[in-house]
């Protein structure tokens, strides 16, 4: 059989034979009837494939003999080019055509028409798949730079890790436990003053702006830290002290001794005698109370006059509105900034300035005639000379380093040099340091969940409820300026001048609270130890190391002077393992008089019952575990959480709950049980979009991850927070009921259009 028969069907053979000797026949009698009878040459126009006749030699001649119905054809000669064409096909292309026919087809219109209807759709949808890409990278909203997207982790240096066994935690400790923090999910560490420093105030009585404490190590060191820190992708940001220094600084002695340009580097301000030797002047030039003492004057008998110091004597104010301070203090943080180092954490700079003449007297706290005052006689004055006073110039000096030194860094890609600043304020006035037109600080610490209302202070555990949280959170969200700049949100729950949270609230709640740190729109700041659980040590009389701490008072009470102002409660040693005596935090085996123990505050005891790195680290359900898994929510891979909408859902007496939720990203239900009993609540019932059910993906036991819960009949146990995933579509921040910016937030760009999800995704990292 000829090598093309496969073409045509074996049970067709016969049929097509007879037919094929039937037009034969009629040919061979057209054919002789032609004048001069001479023979036929068949060539079919459009020849194709077929099974070759029966009983034909190889030069075409067909010897048939005999035909149905008794037709004798005799012997017949006919020539052809294929043999096998005299089979014809059906008509229209078909497979396995040769080229001389495949070229005939394709030149009919039809063909042709096809041809240029696909070339058409192939180009129109190839400039509109190049439209569609440059639309959504020109709409879609940039990357959160760095200090959007992490979690700050202040680290207290004295009490993180000590490297050489004396008992005090030093740089090269913290460049050991850098695995650690990397290990956390934290890309940003701030670290508490690391500068030169007589330690009157445990470095923020700074005596060089520009070294190193020699205790805590060396510049190599430092540089070593950052280098490393920098190869790991993190971040590293310093305290910045810009109000006073320490009186052992250059400066101030020679301010003292009236040395040009230095001399009025500091506040001066002719005052009496100081007959009774306590160096307060008999008669101060105003009746300022400091932080710490009973006035802010202080007699220099060297200079024969008195100096202002708003916290301790030993930490003189500099005179900010003199502008060789200004420049120098803009000198050291470019010196900083020229290592290396990220950002800034201002302290105290609401001090910055006060009342230029130096002669009004502050008047009476409203709390005096009411009778109510905390036991610190600092609140029982109005500080309006010496708190914000002249909030004009001062933010004017922030800006000053911001347009300077930070923007001088801040020019190279990824580069970008980060500012937080220090004040205890309401809302409506602290957001003032994010700047009006242009950036000042990129966010002024929000210490609503540590202090509420109050300017200093902790938040009474009894006030956290489901409906105080509520208002707690929106006092700071309402006013974080949305034009002409959308600005970003930032919580912070702890710090080393606040008790740490199991002693602020009620210990069942702690995990609750972490949860809502690093779940809430904006950057947490994390306070070493809080990870873990850490709680309060229980300071002893006459043992302390805070300058700020009384001689009297009963530590163990969690009220009064003591507790209010002492802050050793907060700042002692990290627990890194169950190891005696320290917990891994030193090897120091030497007790040095008064104290009977080895660190330089002891160790919380509570480290041997479990709360410690090493521990947690082999507890699925310990706080550590579930403060990993939190930080993980915060990433790329969840998108609603890392720059999503943010939505009230519920908040009452027992219970505070929210959504964060992103168009084309799956959304997140966050509840908390606030109050003191086990609760179930119906969140489908409310009708705000919510599904029937959904995944948990974080409980704060980490005990019911994975579950999957049904959300109009959700149970909670006293002080118990869930994260429940739900699935994509479920859009709770475009409920009629809810409004932007009132019931609903979002801080990062919102996205134009969203296309099957596309842009909602496409847009971020």
Request: include cysteine; glycine fraction near 8%; charge should be negative.
């Amino acid at each position: 059989m000829a090598e093309n028969a496969g073409f045509v069907a074996e049970n067709d053979r016969d049929s097509r034979v007879e037919a094929a000797l039937s037009d034969y026949q009629n040919i061979r009698t057209s054919d002789s009837q032609n004048d001069g009878g001479s023979s036929f040459l068949y060539s079919n126009p459009l020849p194709g494939p077929v099974d070759p006749l029966p009983n034909h030699g190889s030069n075409g001649t067909a010897k048939v003999s005999e035909v149905s119905d008794g037709f004798s054809a005799g012997v017949a000669k006919f020539d052809m080019a294929d043999p096998e064409s005299a089979v014809p096909r059906k008509k229209g292309p078909y497979a396995g055509m040769p080229k001389e026919v495949l070229l005939q087809y394709s030149e009919q219109p039809l063909w042709v028409g096809l041809r240029w209807f696909f070339l058409v759709i192939f180009i129109v949808a190839g400039l509109g798949l190049i439209a569609w890409t440059v639309f959504v990278i020109m709409t879609s909203p940039s990357c959160l730079p760095w200090w959007q997207d992490t979690v700050i982790y202040q680290i207290y240096p004295r009490s993180f890790k000590d490297s050489d066994g004396d008992g005090i935690g030093d740089i090269k400790g913290i460049h050991e436990k850098l695995g650690y923090l990397e290990n956390l999910g934290v890309k940003t560490v701030w670290l508490s003053p690391i500068f030169p420093s007589p330690m009157k105030d445990f470095g923020y009585d700074v005596s060089d702006y520009t070294g190193i404490w020699e205790t805590f190590g060396t510049l190599d060191d430092f540089q070593q830290l950052l280098d490393d820190m920098h190869e790991r992708g993190m971040k590293l940001i310093l305290d910045f002290v810009p109000n006073h220094t320490s009186d052992q600084h250059e400066w101030f002695n020679k301010s003292r001794a009236r040395e040009d340009p230095f001399s009025d580097y500091y506040v001066w301000k002719d005052c009496s005698d100081d007959d009774d030797g306590d160096g307060i002047p008999d008669i101060p030039p105003t009746n300022w109370r400091s932080v710490f003492t009973e006035s802010m004057w202080q007699r220099d008998e060297m200079r024969g006059q008195c100096y202002l110091h708003q916290f301790l004597v030993e930490q003189p104010d500099l005179n900010m509105t003199n502008v060789n301070v200004q420049q120098a203090l803009t000198d050291a943080l470019r010196t900083w900034l020229a290592r290396g180092v990220d950002g800034f954490r201002v302290d105290a700079i609401a001090h910055g300035l006060e009342e230029p003449t130096y002669s009004r007297n502050a008047p009476d706290d409203p709390c005096v005639a009411q009778d109510n005052c905390r036991s610190d006689q600092y609140y029982t004055q109005l500080h309006n000379y010496t708190f914000e006073y002249d909030p004009e110039k001062l933010h004017e000096i922030i800006q000053g380093w911001r347009d300077d030194a930070f923007a001088e860094y801040s020019n190279e890609p990824e580069k970008y040099r980060f500012m937080v600043t220090e004040v205890y304020l309401e809302p409506q006035r602290l957001t003032r340091y994010y700047g009006d037109d242009r950036v000042e600080a990129d966010f002024p610490f929000n210490f609503q969940l540590i202090s509420g209302a109050s300017k200093y202070g902790n938040l009474p555990g009894w006030e956290l409820t489901g409906t105080r949280t509520r208002e707690l959170v929106n006092s700071w969200l309402k006013e974080v300026p949305l034009a002409p700049t959308r600005r970003w949100p930032n919580w912070v729950l702890g710090n080393h001048d606040n008790h740490r949270l199991p002693n602020r609230f009620n210990p069942e709640y702690a995990k609750a609270m972490i949860m809502l740190l690093l779940m809430l729109p904006g950057t947490p700041t994390t306070y070493y130890g809080e990870e873990i659980g850490m709680s309060d040590i229980t300071p002893e009389l006459g043992k302390t190391q805070d300058p700020f701490c009384p001689d009297s008072g009963d530590p163990t009470l969690n009220s009064g002077t003591f507790f209010e102002t002492c802050r050793d409660y907060e700042r002692s040693p990290m627990q890194w393992d169950s190891s005696e005596p320290n917990a891994g935090f030193s090897n120091n085996l030497n007790a040095t008089e008064p104290y009977d123990w080895t660190t330089w505050l002891p160790v919380n005891e509570d480290y041997k019952q479990g709360v410690n790195v090493e521990d947690e680290e082999a507890e699925s359900t310990s706080t550590l575990s579930m403060y990993k898994a939190l930080v993980g929510m915060r990433g790329l891979n969840h998108l609603a959480i890392h720059r999503g909408w943010f939505c009230y859902v519920l908040a009452n007496r027992d219970t505070f709950a929210f959504v964060r939720e992103l168009e084309g990203a799956p959304g997140y239900l966050v509840t908390m049980n606030l109050g003191d009993q086990p609760i179930t609540d119906d969140y489908f019932q409310q009708d705000l979009g919510l599904p029937l059910e959904g995944t948990v993906a974080v409980s704060t036991g980490m005990d019911r991850n994975g579950d999957t819960v049904q959300l109009n009949k959700l149970h909670l146990a006293v002080g118990e927070g869930l994260v429940i995933e739900y699935a994509t579509g479920h859009n709770v921040h475009k409920h009629e009921s809810l409004q932007e910016g009132q019931d609903c937030y979002i801080f990062a760009e919102k996205a134009y259009v969203n296309f099957m999800g596309i842009l909602s995704n496409f847009r971020v990292e």
